[in-house]
């Protein structure tokens, strides 16, 4: 299996663009997690789905941030506008269930916001 | 206010020591913990821990967990240049967000050679 694929893996923008992240877990792992990545706040989750149906989202910064799996197999991550604080390392993971919970992460997508 | 506590937030060391991390949890139907390495890329797991006092070994890396005493211990034996990483903890709970993972905020580890 190729496991979490991602990408973009570098993505720089200016403030106020829209920045799409995406993200496909690995065959048949029914849970996909996004996490986001600083050095002042460790390894944040944003959001995490189940069978593609959002099951926590507390952890989404604010309204500018919004997260879909139209399917299985991919998942998007958007921020619309994107501002500087925003820039971080976003991983995305997927696990097969809960019982095992080890949580296969991506190579993660390096934002930065200028 | 964090679920999961790890210390050191940072540890050098040289090459041959012995270094012993430390995660410290709350209480609240806890299910089981984890151990990831992350050198500079993504976290990859290391442990599962769900039952107290039983150690998990692998090579020179080996963890314990305490659940009447809240924390869990990782240790490196013969550290080696390559075992300088970020050591993650994450703590699973019961409930309504089954699934969900909490981290600690990491032990930087750096060996020296």
């Known amino acids: 299996d190729a496991g979490v694929i991602q990408s973009p893996r570098h993505e720089v923008t200016e403030m106020g663009q829209e920045v799409t992240l995406r993200c496909k877990p690995i065959s048949g792992h029914d849970y996909l997690f996004w996490y986001r990545q600083t050095m002042m706040r460790g390894l944040e989750l944003l959001i995490y789905f189940n069978n593609n149906v959002p099951i926590d989202d507390s952890g989404m910064p604010e309204d500018r941030f919004s997260a879909k799996m139209p399917n299985a197999s991919f998942s998007t991550l958007k921020i619309q506008p994107s501002e500087p604080r925003d820039s971080a390392v976003y991983f995305c993971?997927?696990?097969?269930?809960?019982?095992?919970?080890?949580?296969?992460f991506g190579p993660g997508t390096r934002l930065t916001v200028l | 206010e964090d679920k999961v506590v790890q210390s050191p937030l940072s540890l050098v060391v040289h090459e041959g020591d012995t270094v012993t991390l430390n995660c410290s949890y709350e209480?609240?139907?806890?299910?089981?913990l984890l151990w990831y390495k992350q050198e500079k890329k993504a976290p990859t797991f290391l442990f599962m821990l769900?039952?107290?006092?039983i150690e998990k070994k692998s090579g020179r890396l080996s963890s314990i967990l305490d659940k009447k005493e809240l924390f869990s211990i990782l240790n490196i034996t013969a550290t080696q240049t390559g075992d300088s990483a970020i050591y993650l903890c994450?703590?699973?709970?019961?409930?309504?967000?089954?699934?969900?993972?909490?981290f600690g905020r990491g032990t930087q580890l750096t060996v020296w050679p």
């Open positions: 994450a703590v699973q709970f019961r409930g309504s967000t089954l699934g969900r993972l909490y």
């Open positions: 993971a997927s696990t097969r269930d809960t019982f095992y919970n080890e949580q296969f």
């Open positions: 209480v609240t139907n806890f299910r089981s």
């Open positions: 769900t039952s107290s006092g």
